[in-house]
């Protein structure tokens, strides 16, 4: 553990409903848009197979993100079981890739919900409203992460229920549907259009591992973590499948393709206002679900990332009322605010795809040495034991190594400029990690020793914090 | 000057108070543990 870190700690006192309104929070906003640009690559067959394909992934993130997450308790989320189960060179790589992802989602949240306020009361100002949504989500997470999840559970369950509200409405027949659209549209780039569509797949979950990265500051976290997880990734399959069926029966596929907010405009179709009303509510109080979750889950990585001397251990301070990391949440401001004035959002936004996918090349690797280290199946390491691992773990990383791949139709100089940011970090935190020459033990998570560590020396890499 | 300029100006001076009480607390926490 780090010398300089702060005597103050994250309080804990979250429950199972806070990790699924943070998980769920964060990715909701993902099935109100973004999803249907897999239908105008491969059509409604390309958009059910990307749906399909990218729930199976993130089955089996979650499941890897559950039982590491219930086991090392930290609020660093991907990058601590990175830095404890892989090294300190992917760790930061994790770390950044994290990072980057949530605030470059944040400032694209903050961004979406000024123009929804523009396009209801035309007179206002993108700038001052997207700065007032960073300025009022970092106060709120500044106070206290209770507030600021309970704040997303509310939201969140309103914007979801919203959607079960129109598809049973929809279903039963209170709605004109076109089952034609579903013909016209099934594949209009054959083959390769099923192919290519595969890299919108992870709209529909795109941060949902992000829910564990709350485990030190839930009150039980062996139970709360696994426990909100899953029930938010069963949430999102659901809520993608009504979300396809209902944008399939109710916009043209070439129409939806193209569509800003494609389940507002699945509303406005219908004709009936109760629905307009509920589904553009339901698209406004998502964009700020999501940004707010973005700024909790940011500011964990980068006070983890901290806290370990990756980067200055000035962030790691904990607020000594509100018990938040409040340096390293006012530090996500600047950069949310620089990310949505850039003016290159779209590049942005894929950035944080590619660095998601990264993400989930390495979580279920930092599984498959954590299965070899601890092959223990004790309450005290393993709280959560995910069924059929390890070789699921490999399937999801050849599902993400897929995915990746086909990011090169269309973003291939985003790929090669991820792998160059991600591969310089690698290299200068794996340097920078020896120099500091940090050394610390399992004892201190109340773990024995990993199996071979006398060969491997994996004992002088890690650096254990705190337990329940 | 139109309603609408003074609204967009109060959602700047919102912003900005934010900003500023959030900055001021974290350098008074920071002033205290030395």
């Not at chain 1, 709120?140 to 969140?156: D, E, H, P, Q, S």
């Not at chain 1, 259009?193 to 009150?219: R, T």
């Not at chain 1, 390495?362 to 691992?389: C, E, M």
């Amino acid at each position: 553990m780090s010398e300089n870190h702060e005597s103050a700690s994250l309080v804990k006192t979250l429950r199972p409903f806070h990790v699924w309104a943070l998980g769920v929070g964060i990715v909701l906003v993902g099935e109100y848009m973004g999803w249907n640009f897999t239908v105008a690559k491969g059509g409604i067959l390309g958009s059910l197979l990307a749906m399909l394909v990218a729930g199976t992934m993130y089955v089996i993130i979650s499941l890897c993100a559950s039982e590491l997450g219930a086991a090392t308790k930290l609020a660093g989320g991907p990058y601590d079981w990175a830095r404890l189960f892989i090294g300190p060179g992917a760790a930061a790589s994790v770390g950044l890739a994290v990072y980057m992802e949530y605030i470059a989602l944040e400032a694209a949240d903050a961004i979406v919900v000024a123009f929804i306020a523009q396009s209801i009361f035309p007179e206002l100002q993108v700038f001052p409203v997207t700065l007032f949504v960073i300025a009022l989500l970092t106060f709120i997470n500044y106070r206290g992460v209770v507030a600021a999840l309970t704040l997303n559970f509310f939201l969140t369950m309103i914007a979801f229920i919203s959607i079960v509200v129109f598809f049973f409405a929809t279903a039963f027949g209170g709605v004109n549907i076109h089952p034609e659209y579903l013909f016209q549209g099934a594949l209009p780039n054959g083959m390769i259009g099923l192919f290519a569509a595969l890299q919108f797949g992870p709209w529909f979950y795109l941060g949902i591992e992000g829910a564990a990265m709350c485990a030190e500051e839930c009150k039980h976290p062996s139970r709360a973590v696994p426990l909100g997880q899953q029930a938010g990734m069963i949430t999102l399959l659901v809520g993608a499948a009504m979300t396809l069926y209902l944008c399939s029966v109710l916009i043209p596929a070439d129409q939806l393709g193209v569509s800003v907010y494609p389940l507002f405009e699945a509303a406005q179709n219908s004709g009936m206002f109760i629905f307009v009303a509920l589904l553009g509510l339901g698209t406004f109080l998502t964009c700020v679900a999501s940004a707010n979750g973005c700024v909790c889950d940011s500011s964990r990585s980068w006070f983890a990332l901290s806290r370990d001397n990756y980067v200055s251990s000035w962030f790691s301070a904990v607020h000594p009322r509100y018990n938040t990391p409040y340096r390293a949440v006012i530090f996500t401001m600047p950069v949310a605010i620089g990310f949505a004035f850039s003016g290159f959002l779209d590049q942005v936004i894929t950035f944080s795809i590619v660095s998601g996918l990264l993400c989930y090349v390495l979580i279920p690797f930092a599984l498959i040495r954590f299965r070899n280290l601890f092959p223990q199946n004790t309450s005290t390491i393993r709280p959560f034991v995910s069924p059929l691992q390890p070789y699921i773990a490999y399937f999801a990383i050849a599902i993400a190594i897929t995915i990746l791949s086909t990011l090169y139709w269309g973003y291939k100089y985003n790929l090669i400029f991820a792998f160059v940011f991600y591969g310089i970090a690698y290299f200068y935190f794996s340097h920078r990690h020896r120099s500091l020459n940090i050394e610390n033990n399992w004892t201190e998570m109340g773990w024995p020793l990993p199996s071979g560590s006398e060969n491997t020396g994996i004992r002088k890499e890690v650096t254990g914090i705190g337990d329940e | 000057m139109d309603i609408w300029t003074v609204i967009n100006g109060l959602i700047y001076i919102l912003a900005f108070g934010l900003i500023a009480w959030v900055l001021l607390d974290a350098g008074r926490v920071s002033k205290r543990r030395g």
